[in-house]
């Protein structure tokens, strides 16, 4: 599945499971305004970490999320690269 | 078999604790500078009864920058992570005003950043599980005083403070944090009480006998186990009654 794929499906389940409404989820949605709160993204950043053994914001410099859904994705594309 | 790691389990209470967790049918993952003969002899005891199993990791927990990567090796090596139980600590005593920064810098950096980055890194695996258990070693020092231990007290009420709010972070996800507060234990890090003042501890205390190792490894068990999925963010008191 591509890297896009698997973390739209991962963003659905972890919204569902933590019962959070999540807006449908376009490249420029803010991720802020998801639906997903901070857990959530916690949870998807250690699920990433478990599939494919790559944790891109931790070994940035710049603590701060990427702001959108595309560049959450982005990052994790080129991580993989 | 879920795999639990117990810092500074190579003597005293953490020793206990990983004999114990080892006996309730965990993989204890024991980390500790060194091994030693206690550990080791509680490793081939655990491997003989076939219930679980303990294996040593080496890592001097006071190296910060080095926690993430011991995180990550423990993954790698043992698989996912269920639970942690914060235990190895330094015992420093002296007057307050006696005591050298660099000495209540090491306390500080031992006691409490050590755990809470510690956690901070094995807690991806619980996040993936859904499921976990954090036990704190505080002290009953962390809710009375005692006399020459300021700098300790502070860190063990440290624990305090980070296991409510963590429960509170990650109780949704079934993950329970909670603390467990010892009276005097009879251990290494007490070697410098004398037996006048061993004497008058255990006098005090409601069941006239010190607390012991065993009593608690008891709770930590408990509180790892399937029968305390409903209790988090708590600290309990094991002391004898001594704060009774
Ligand atoms: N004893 C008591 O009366 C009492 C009462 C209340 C609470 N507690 C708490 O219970 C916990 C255990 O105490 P204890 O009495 O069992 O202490 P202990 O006998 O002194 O054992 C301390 C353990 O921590 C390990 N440790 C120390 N420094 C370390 C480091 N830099 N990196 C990794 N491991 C390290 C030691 O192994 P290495 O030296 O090989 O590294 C040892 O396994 C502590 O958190 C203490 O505050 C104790």
Redesign the interface.
């Known amino acids: 599945m591509a890297m896009r794929d698997t973390i739209i499906e991962m963003m659905t389940n972890i919204a569902q499971?933590?019962r959070k409404p999540l807006a449908p989820l376009q490249d420029d949605l803010n991720l802020l305004s998801s639906g997903l709160d901070s857990?959530c993204i916690?949870?998807l950043v250690?699920?990433l970490?478990?599939e494919f053994g790559i944790d891109p914001l931790?070994s940035t410099d710049d603590h701060n999320l990427p702001v959108t859904v595309g560049d959450f994705i982005r990052l994790y594309e080129n991580a993989m690269q | 078999m879920r795999n639990i790691v117990v810092t500074g389990a190579s003597r005293g209470i953490g020793l206990g604790v990983a004999r114990k967790l080892s006996a309730s049918g965990f993989h204890v993952i024991a980390i500790a500078r060194t091994s030693g003969a206690e550990l080791e002899a509680a490793t081939a005891e655990a491997n003989t009864n076939g219930i679980g199993q303990i294996s040593f990791y080496e890592q001097d927990l006071s190296r910060i920058d080095m926690l993430?990567e011991t995180a990550h090796a423990l993954r790698k090596r043992f698989g996912l992570i269920y639970g942690i139980i914060n235990n190895a600590g330094l015992g420093t005593s002296g007057l307050l005003c006696n005591m050298p920064e660099t000495e209540i810098e090491c306390l500080t950096q031992l006691n409490i950043v050590s755990p809470l980055v510690l956690t901070k890194h094995l807690?991806?695996?619980m996040?993936?599980a859904?499921s976990g258990r954090i036990v704190n070693i505080s002290s009953i020092v962390a809710i009375t005083g005692y006399q020459g231990i300021s700098a300790y007290s502070a860190t063990k009420a440290a624990m305090l403070g980070f296991t409510r709010s963590l429960a509170r972070?990650?109780g949704?996800?079934g993950i329970t944090v909670n603390a467990v507060l010892p009276g005097f234990v009879d251990t290494e890090m007490t070697l410098d009480l004398d037996e006048a003042a061993r004497r008058k501890i255990t006098n005090r205390n409601a069941l006239r006998r010190p607390t012991m190792i065993d009593d608690v490894a008891s709770m930590v068990d408990y509180l790892v186990s399937d029968h305390a999925q409903g209790i988090t963010g708590t600290a309990m008191v094991v002391d004898a009654g001594t704060t009774a």
Do not use: C, G, K, M
């Open positions: 499971q933590q857990l916690a949870i250690a699920e970490d478990e931790s | 993430s807690l991806r695996s996040l993936v859904r972070e990650v949704s996800l």
